[in-house]
């Protein structure tokens, strides 16, 4: 489970995913939480950690004087009438992270080392200014400042997230690596498996994709499948490299083919193949397609939230830039954050293909292609003037020459099947999606349904789950910021959503991308 913070309220849903309280007590929890998250300011990670560690012994929390106090004398009252109040496989894995960070830091003292911003900020090339708002522009100033970066870029779909932009693309010192610069959900991925089937299937078997993908698909706050088609990436000696990655196995196994809430997806759809293309490899022609968008589950976001604060422990920065602290590759921190990074990427790679194994084998069909690709992550590249470095790719598609990639649109709107240039000034970097045009808070209050489902329904789509916060008009147009790219990218199909499954509503933790 990852718990990032967000603006928004905290809910019923997210308190019983750490345990099992009683309904007599989500007001008292509810107003509790809410009053540490919306009044006292602390981040949702914070408040659930709180929660956690209050739920696991009550006794020490009722008697003595802190911000939940009186919820705990509650709590401790109850378990002392013989009432059952237990923590959930979430609730414990966030005490194991916090218990796993204490130890390492009585192991090993922590030695900061504080940094300052340089005067002049790298060069660094803007696709699609015109689409881009001023706080991505302003964060990604900050990035090229920073004494380890060499190089930046910003594409077309960019906006503003934690420390580096959504759409940021940033290279630093060969040895560097910046948690925060590859993001919470690491490896987040696309997945496309186009099938020899007509498009027609679509409008005489939708009742039928609709039920396959329904249930071969499990998404968000406890979705775990025990039904597995290939659980070999389980097997990789990186599981027991580190007392972090070992405690968070057992969960990764259980979620091994289960996708992410926010704006991932798993849809039926229609690519459009303009060309007869040597490296895409299908003739020209439509075919029914199945697109999924997904990342490292509670594994990699707990790898990064972990990594992340210890970088920022390490490395103090002025405040503006804090959340781009990184690791240095040349200590234990920064091999341990490079191993679950790497470990994190297999594993998402392994649940695409456990989701789309699946659907193929309930469709009795083998696809006839399967183009894929990584974004949230970092790789060590030689950069175009030959040095090394090592370039993270926030929420930005790996473009080098005759590189395959996807880039997808919003719930309504097309993606495309990218082939790329290899640009030198992107960093051999394209957008990963269309971007977001206002945050999930203000979709909530300034979309409603009815709008979202005009617009579906227009479209011809399906919807299974979503909410507000994912609406297609909270997206860019996804049309003008493919345009915006041309540099760097040949477009060689087009996706056309037709069924679409998300999380459902109000099973949300909040992401950044």
Known sequence: MIFVAMDTPITIDEIIFLANVPENLHASFLRVANGLHERAKYPKDKVFLM???????????????????????????????????????????????????????EKEPQSKNTFNLREEKLHY??????????????????AVSLPVSVAGALMPDAHQGYGLPIGGVLATEADKVIPYAV?????????????????????REPHLLKKILTENTKFGMGGETSRKYDESVMDKPEWEATKLIRGLKDKAYRQLGTSGTGNHFVEWGIVEVFENDELLNLPK???????????SRGFGGNVANYYSKLAMQKTVLPKQAAHLAWLDLNTGEGQEYWIGMNLAGDYASANHHEIHNKIARELREKPLRIIENHHNFAWKETLADGSEAIVHRKGATPAGVDELGIIPGSMSQPGYVIRGKGNAESLSSASHGAGRVMSRTKAFTNTTRSQMNKILQDAGIQLIGGDLDESPMVYKNIDDVIAAQSELVTVLAKFSPKIVRMADANRKEGRED
């Open 51 to 105: 929660l956690a560690k209050m739920l696991n012994d009550p006794k020490k929390y009722a008697f003595s004087k802190n911000k939940v106090t009186n919820l705990a004398k509650t709590v401790y009252d109850l378990k002392k009438s013989g009432a059952t109040i237990s923590l959930t496989e979430d609730g414990k894995e966030l005490l194991l992270n916090e218990e796993t960070a204490l130890t390492l830091v």
């Open 285 to 295: 022609g439509e075919y029914l397609s199945l697109l999924s968008h997904s990342g």
């Open 125 to 142: 090339a803007i696709f699609g200014k015109e689409h881009i708002e001023e706080g991505a522009l302003l964060q990604m100033e900050t």
């Open 183 to 203: 993001g919470v959900d690491i490896a987040c991925r696309m997945c496309m498996s186009v099938f020899d089937i007509s498009p027609d299937y679509l409008k």
